[in-house]
C-alpha cells in the first residue's frame, strides 16, 4: 500500500467514524443539556462548544508539530478538558441505565476523539516523513526562524520555490511548507517559465 493509500482510506474511515460519532454524541450531549434546564437555542448549541474546543485545540497542536514548535500549554488543557466533557456527557447520559448504558453511551464521543486523534498522528508523521524524503529541503530545526506572517526575504524565497519545484515538488507542497499563497508559488514558477 502506497503512503497516499493509507492517508487516504484513514482519512475516509475517519471522516465516516466522526460523521456518525458527531451525530449520536451530540443527541446524547443535547438531551443532557435539556435534561438540565437548558432550552432553545443554548440546549442546541452547547454541545458543539464542546466539540468545537477539541478541534480547535488539535488544530493548534498539529500546527506546533508540522513546524517544530512546543505545543501550547493552553492547546493540551483545552484538548483534554474537550475530551473529558464531551466523554463525561455521554456518560452522563446514559447513566440511567447503569454501568453498561454508560459505557455504550460513551463509545462515541471515543471513538470520534480517538480516530480524529490517529488521523493528527498520520498527518503528523507524513510531515516528517516528506521532510525526511526530501534531501534539497533545510529541515525546520535548521533553517532560520521566522515570523509565522513573515515569509523569507524574496531572492531567498524565490530561490528556494525554484529549487523544490525543480526537484519535483508539487505547487502546493511547496505553498505549504514555506507557508506561502499557492498563487505565489505559482507567479515564481511562471516567471522562469517566461
Excluded: C
Aim: no cysteine.
Amino acid at each position: 500500500m502506497t503512503d497516499r493509500l493509507i492517508r487516504i482510506t484513514t482519512a475516509l474511515a475517519v471522516v465516516a467514524v466522526a460523521g456518525v460519532a458527531a451525530i449520536i454524541s451530540y443527541q446524547h450531549a443535547y438531551e443532557l443539556v435539556s435534561s438540565h434546564g437548558e432550552t432553545g437555542a443554548t440546549a442546541h448549541l452547547l454541545p458543539f462548544t464542546v466539540d468545537g474546543l477539541i478541534w480547535a485545540a488539535s488544530m493548534v497542536v498539529l500546527d506546533a508539530s508540522r513546524r517544530n514548535h512546543p505545543v501550547p500549554r493552553l492547546a493540551l488543557w483545552s484538548l483534554g478538558v474537550g475530551i473529558v466533557a464531551t466523554v463525561g456527557a455521554n456518560l452522563a447520559h446514559g447513566l440511567g441505565h447503569g454501568p453498561i448504558g454508560a459505557l455504550v453511551s460513551a463509545w462515541p464521543a471515543l471513538a470520534l476523539v480517538g480516530s480524529f486523534e490517529l488521523l493528527m498522528m498520520l498527518v503528523r508523521s507524513s510531515h516528517r516523513g516528506d521532510a525526511e524524503r526530501s534531501p534539497n529541503i533545510v529541515p525546520d530545526d535548521d533553517a532560520p526562524a521566522l515570523a509565522h506572517d513573515e515569509p523569507p526575504a524574496v531572492p531567498a524565497l524565490e530561490q528556494t520555490v525554484r529549487e523544490r519545484h525543480s526537484a519535483g515538488h508539487s505547487q502546493r507542497a511547496i505553498a505549504r511548507d514555506l507557508h506561502i499563497d499557492r498563487r505565489k508559488v505559482k507567479q515564481i514558477i511562471d516567471r522562469d517559465v517566461a
